[in-house]
């Protein structure tokens, strides 16, 4: 008996725990960055939600995005939201769908290419705390 009440106490722990990740990933805002301002150079940013983390580097020559490469990807189920990458590079922007059943990953992917990319905007458009790492305390 004793054994059970743990086990229900302990499952619930972890579901809270979970959803509140969950929640916060629900919350990122992609911003609509105009990529003919970026200069050229390769940036490197991370998003970490906790439960989903990722890095990207992000490569732009003459105002276009020419490469997107993740880096690092830890996402339980959300792999399939990597091909993310490719929407961008081929529409040049952030404005993309996400992956149906990696939501979570899209977004968190999509904000580590948006803090990457505003590190390559002209100084006076980019406020000094974007380009800190995004991450949770």
Known sequence: ML?????IAFSLIIMCLGFTGCFEIGDIEIADIDFKSVKTGTYTATCDKKIVKATVTVEVENNRVTNIQIIKHECGKGKKAEVIVKQVIDSQSL??????G??????????AIESALKQGLSENRVPADSLLE???P
């Open 3 to 7: 054994k059970a009440k743990l086990l």
């Open 95 to 100: 404005m993309v769908e996400t992956i149906t």
């Open 102 to 111: 990696a939501t979570g990953s899209s977004k968190v992917i999509l904000k």
């Open 134 to 136: 995004m991450k949770q």
